[in-house]
C-alpha cells in the first residue's frame, strides 16, 4: 500500500521538474526572440513583464504541489495507522475466539467437575464480554466517523454508574487497584448512558493497560458551579508531551505494532473524545506525579 501512494510522489515530482525545465527552456528562447524583434527600453518591459508572469506561474505551481504533497504525506500516514490497526484487531480478535474454543472443547471433551464447568463458563463468558466491547468500540467508532451516533440522554447518577462499572469482574480480576473518590452527595448528569459507559471503561482499560501489576489507579468525581469534574487517573508509563494530542487520533498508537508491548486498536481514546465532545464536554491529558497519566474530563450540567 505504501508502494502505491509513493507511486503519485514520484509522477508528480517527476512532471513538477519538466515544468519547470520547460519553463527555463520557454524563457530563454523568448528572451533570444524579443532580442531580434526588439530593443532598449522596450525590450526591457516586455522581460519585466515575462519574468512577473512567469514568476507567479512557477509560485502558484509551487504551492499547489506542497499542499498536494502534505495531502499525500497525510494518507500515506493514515495508510500505516490502517495497517497497524488490522494488525492489531487480528490479534485483539484471535485471542479470545481462541480461548473460548479451548475452554468449550474442554468442557466437551473431558468429565470434568462441576466446579471446574463453572470455573471455564466463568472465563468464556469474560472472554465474550471482551470480544463483545472490542466489536462495539469498532460500531461506536463507525458511527462517530458517518456522523451518526445519537445522544440517547436521561438523567443518570454517575456515582452508581462509576460503582456498577468497577465491580465488573472484568476489572476485579486485573491486578490493578482501583479508587474511587467521590463527594457525598450523588452526582446526576443529563447524558447518553451507553456514552458515558463507554467513555468510562475505554479509559480504565486504557489505565490498567499501561500501568504495572498491583499499582494504583484514582476515579474522582467532583461537581462544582453546574460542572461535572471527572479524572481518572494512573501511575502508569506516562505519554510524552509531543504525544498528547495525537493519542486522540483514530487508529493512532504510540511506537510501532511490530515491536510495541501492549496490544490495542487505537480506537478508545479516539471514541472518548468524541463522545465527550458530544455531550459539550472537554478532555485534558495532564502528568501525574511522581509518575503516570491523568484524563481530566469536564461536563456542563444542562
Known sequence: MRNTIKKPIIIFTALLSYIVLQSIWWLRNTWNLYQEIYGGEVLQRKMYML???GAVFLIILGLGFFVIYRAIKKEMALSAQQKNFLMAITHELKTPIASIKLMLQTISSRKLEQEQIQDLSKKAI???????????NILIATKIDERLYLLNKEEISLNHLIEKLISNSAFQKTHSIIFFVKNDSEILLNADTSGMISIITNLLENAIKYSPER????ISLTEENKIVSL???DTGEGIPDEEKENIFVKFYRIGNENTRKKKGTGLGLFI???????HNGSIEVKNNSPKGTIFALQFPKN
Open 215 to 218: 499499582s494504583e489507579i484514582t
Open 51 to 53: 519574468i512577473g508572469e
Open 126 to 136: 469474560d472472554d465474550s464480554d471482551r470480544l463483545n466491547q472490542l466489536v462495539e
Open 231 to 233: 479524572s481518572i487517573a
Open 272 to 278: 472518548v473524545k468524541n463522545l465527550v465532545l458530544l
